[in-house]
């Protein structure tokens, strides 16, 4: 059972100033489902200490300030980011948000904001993890498989949830290597010099619920780990842009703006960077 209630969270918000709008979702009929399939990063503590340690290590201050607030869903004029997409009940959170920052990098490295780009994630998925929905996966196992074989089109495989075997298609897109970022300044820099990036997070009851606003961790139990992609940030709002993979019938229209130093945004996981490679020049990317 839930451990709070719709009418508590929103008194919780209400008393805390929180300054977010919670309310019924797509996805708030859940709640009191099992929430790895919601889910599905798969990382261990240790696993996560290092990664955000070395990547604080490797931080290298950019050579100018990035500018106050980025979203690439407008961005010189354009949209750049593809469509809201949902991975139903199975763990394919890292494959999701994978798929969302290369997508919006292909458009960006084109420079053609209206690519139709649809990547498969049950390529990246089902076949660079396996029968994964209940055990999810990890961002350095999904960007290694996009560096050694790439990405095939949604067409070519399309996602449903629920294990599927693998089937090989043709790549349209890699990745040539990656970078991690854990330092603020690194991290804004990245999104704005370079475009959207990988993020991890933890997921509580109350983001069931998240309707609007810049949300903050109010209240309910933890639920889950979840990969996501960050489109943007805000210093006026002290937050990020997330891209989610629960549909559009969540959040901002699948959208949402996360405070700074929630939920281990920005605290407990790096952002990861990659650097993406167009296999299919003048052809389909869907």
């Not at 993020?199 to 606003?213: H, K, L, P, Q, T």
């Not at 281990?264 to 996981?269: F, K």
Request: overall charge negative.
């Amino acid at each position: 059972m839930a451990t709070l209630s719709l009418e508590q969270i929103r008194a919780t918000i209400f008393a805390m100033n929180a300054n977010w709008e919670a309310g019924e979702t797509e996805i708030s009929k859940f709640v009191d489902e099992p929430g790895g399939g919601l889910f599905g990063l798969s990382m261990g503590e240790q696993e996560r200490a290092a990664a955000i340690q070395e990547a604080a290590v490797s931080f290298a201050a950019p050579v100018s300030a990035p500018p106050p607030a980025v979203d690439w869903r407008n961005l010189a004029g354009c949209d750049w980011i593809t469509a809201v997409k949902a991975q139903g009940f199975c763990g394919a959170c890292v494959s999701f948000a994978t798929c969302a920052v290369l997508e919006a990098r292909l458009r960006w490295f084109k420079k053609d904001c209206s690519l139709v780009v649809d990547l498969s994630e049950a390529d990246l998925f089902f076949c660079g993890c396996g029968s994964c929905c209940s055990s999810g996966w990890n961002f350095v196992p999904a960007l290694t498989y996009c560096q050694t074989r790439g990405v095939g089109p949604e067409s070519a495989f399309p996602y449903t949830p629920g294990n599927k075997a693998c089937i090989q298609i043709t790549p349209v897109v890699k990745v040539a290597g990656w970078a991690t970022h854990a330092i603020l300044v690194d991290r804004k820099a990245a999104i704005a010099n370079n475009g959207p990036v990988i993020a991890g997070m933890r997921v509580y009851e109350d983001f069931y619920y998240y309707r609007s606003g810049v949300y903050r961790h109010v209240g309910g139990i933890f639920k889950g780990l979840h990969a996501v992609a960050v489109v943007g940030y805000d210093d006026a709002d002290d937050c990020w842009i997330i891209k989610n993979s629960w549909g559009l019938g969540w959040g901002e229209k699948g959208f949402a703006r996360i405070a700074r130093g929630e939920c281990g945004i920005d605290t407990q996981y790096p952002f990861y960077d990659p650097d993406v490679v167009d296999l299919n020049p003048g052809g389909l990317y869907s």
